[in-house]
């Protein structure tokens, strides 16, 4: 009986301990997108010597950093703080007020967490290897995001799947070039 025990002791502990690494991993995700962001904005204003102490100039350095910013999961972050020109809300605040008390980006998202949960719901996508991947064996939808993000190049005129790996075999021609 004893025995019994002591393997039922030990098979509860190897299914904890399982359960706890896949909630450390999700956790490494959570956030992932709003701590990138209000760290690059971080970092940005540093570099430049901006008085990080200040709410209107911290504001000011998140739409600048929300103007330029390229990725589609930052521009959707933007959009929930309202830092993109089309912001229906205006979470700004939430986000200069503790930058301005020098909080660190994670306990920032955690305190957007509490006002808007969608913002610790993105994710960035998987970063493609354009090196080692196999385009012919793409879909044409992974072919236009590799256009869009890697090239900025919307492919006009493109009416099959061999016309945008054309495009990019061309465009990857180009870039090695430079």
């Known amino acids: 009986f004893v025995r ?3 393997v039922a002791v030990v098979i509860v502990a190897v299914v904890a301990c399982g359960v706890d690494a896949k909630k450390k991993k999700k956790n490494e995700k959570e ?22 102490t200040n709410q209107e100039t911290v504001e000011s350095e998140i ?9 589609n999961k930052e521009k959707r972050f933007c ?35 509490k006002k808007d949960s969608q913002i610790c719901e993105l994710e960035y996508d998987e970063e493609i290897d354009l090196s080692t991947i196999d385009l012919n064996k793409q879909r044409v939808k992974v072919l236009r995001k590799i256009l869009n993000e890697e090239f900025d190049d919307t492919c006009k005129g493109c009416l099959e799947k061999r016309d945008y790996v054309n495009r990019i075999k061309e465009l990857m021609g180009s870039k090695d070039e430079l």
């Open 79 to 113: 959009y929930y703080i309202g830092g993109s020109e089309d912001s229906a809300t205006g979470l700004l605040r939430e986000v200069s007020g503790p930058v301005s008390r020098y909080l660190p980006a994670d306990a920032v998202c955690k305190k957007l967490k």
């Open 4 to 6: 019994v025990l002591a």
């Open 31 to 52: 956030c992932e997108v709003c701590k990138g962001a209000v760290q690059k904005i971080l970092d940005s204003m540093k570099k430049e010597k901006k008085d990080i």
């Open 63 to 71: 739409r600048k950093f929300c103007g330029k910013t390229k990725k």
